[in-house]
């Protein structure tokens, strides 16, 4: 975990970022300023009862036996998968596009790690994923 000190609209916030590097680039380095001498609690945003009342759907299941010498590309994050640019039997490069990731309003590209071709597809347009949930097998 690294701590890092955001200030929005003249606040500053102490926040804690777990690093990850499975299936992505690894972080660009971020310089940080001097730490604030007492942490400075975010503020409490109470969720809406209709919100809470809402089920969430269900993560899509990992493949129960993944092949052998396949990898699992994972989600670096959670969010909603807006986009499924591939599809099982198909041949990819390395850096090549799998699945578009949104999470905190962004878009984000999950790649392919390297070349080989996509054994199974496990989420599909409009799911919910964890972090560390399988998107796509590769062999």
Do not use: C
Request: aromatic letters at 2%.
């Amino acid at each position: 975990m690294r701590t890092f000190n955001i200030t929005v609209n003249g606040k500053t916030y102490q926040v804690q970022a777990e690093e990850t590097t499975g299936g992505v680039a690894a972080p660009i380095p971020v310089p940080i300023s001097a730490p604030v001498s007492a942490p400075i609690p975010a503020p409490a945003v109470a969720a809406p009862a209709a919100a809470a009342a809402a089920p969430r759907p269900a993560a899509p299941a990992a493949p129960a036996a993944p092949i052998t010498g396949s990898e699992l590309i994972k989600s670096p994050m959670p969010g909603t998968i807006i986009s499924v640019k591939v599809s099982a039997g198909q041949s990819v490069k390395r850096h090549e596009t799998l699945v578009i990731l949104e999470a905190m309003k962004m878009e984000n590209e999950i790649v392919s790690s390297r070349d080989g071709v996509v054994a199974q597809v496990v989420v599909s347009k409009g799911a919910s994923v964890n972090t560390d949930d399988v998107l796509v097998v590769l062999q």
